[in-house]
């Protein structure tokens, strides 16, 4: 059977699809994120980076309309996310946690199939090509073997390759990833990468991901956006974004660029102050 990625049946055409103008949130006395604007592309690839509790995952939150605003709004391909009904909203928006899924007894076709729930109707009927769909996200992701497997018999980075399926399974054009690779090592963080740079080749789909590791960010990310004390403190390419004097004054580290032998692009090594 040839493998193919699933394409969106409603996809957008070119342009913007999240936009955000004056975004703030406020705790109490405690300001996480203040005056944040930025406008994403359709098919960008863009990577979220700055210190731990700069708002990296409280800007997720806004975006996927988790969380309201205290000022400002959040555009979901022109339309203010809370104008939306949470059904209509994850068939566009597709949210992926750092700690992926957890060790449950449900197999893994049956958590991928938990992905078509927007296509659902009101008797639990797929209103697409449901089976056919996740079929081929369990061929594509190697998990055909696995299918019958429960959740808590796999490891790690199987269950997190399974929480890739599930979202693929629900055909978004946004996918909102928050620090996806943080508990797996170093095989899994780059083969989880590449197989969304795969998907994002295959479908445009647009990604928006919370990243701690600069590398990876400059391999994979069109763009970043960077963080610091719940303000933007930097915007840009990586190849311009990530100097030793951005990275300096963004996590107060000492770095050392290099360029990737094979890419091209900034990497960076630390060394003692």
């Avoid at 409603?10 to 955000?20: A, C, K, Y």
């Avoid at 190849?239 to 290099?258: A, C, H, Y």
Wanted: a negative charge.
């Amino acid at each position: 059977m040839t493998k193919k990625w699933i394409h969106h049946p409603n996809s957008s055409p070119p342009g913007p699809v999240l936009e955000t103008t004056a975004l703030s949130k406020e705790y109490g006395d405690f300001t996480a994120l203040s005056d944040i604007h930025f406008t994403v592309q359709k098919g960008d690839w863009w990577g979220i980076v700055g210190p731990n509790g700069s708002g990296k995952s409280t800007l997720l939150h806004l975006l996927s309309g988790i969380l309201s605003p205290t000022q400002g709004t959040v555009y979901v391909k022109g339309k203010r996310v809370k104008d939306y009904n949470r059904k209509e909203l994850s068939r566009i928006i597709a949210v992926l946690q750092q700690d992926g899924l957890p060790e449950i007894g449900y197999s893994v076709r049956d958590v991928v199939a938990m992905g078509r729930f927007p296509y659902q109707d009101w008797l639990g009927r797929d209103q697409g090509a449901g089976e056919e769909k996740i079929e081929q996200v369990l061929e594509k992701l190697a998990l055909t073997s696995l299918a019958e497997r429960r959740l808590d018999e796999l490891s790690g980075g199987q269950r997190q390759r399974v929480a890739l399926a599930k979202v693929m399974a629900q055909e978004p054009e946004i996918l909102l990833l928050d620090e996806p690779t943080t508990y797996l090592d170093v095989h899994y963080q780059l083969q989880f990468m590449e197989l969304l740079a795969d998907w994002q080749r295959a479908t445009d789909i647009t990604i928006v991901a919370v990243l701690h590791d600069l590398n990876l960010a400059s391999l994979f990310c069109n763009y970043l956006y960077a963080l610091k004390e719940g303000k933007q403190f930097l915007e840009g390419a990586p190849s311009k974004l990530l100097t030793e004097k951005n990275i300096r004054g963004l996590f107060d580290v000492q770095p050392v660029m290099v360029q990737h032998p094979d890419h091209g692009v900034p990497q960076f090594l630390l060394r003692k102050q």
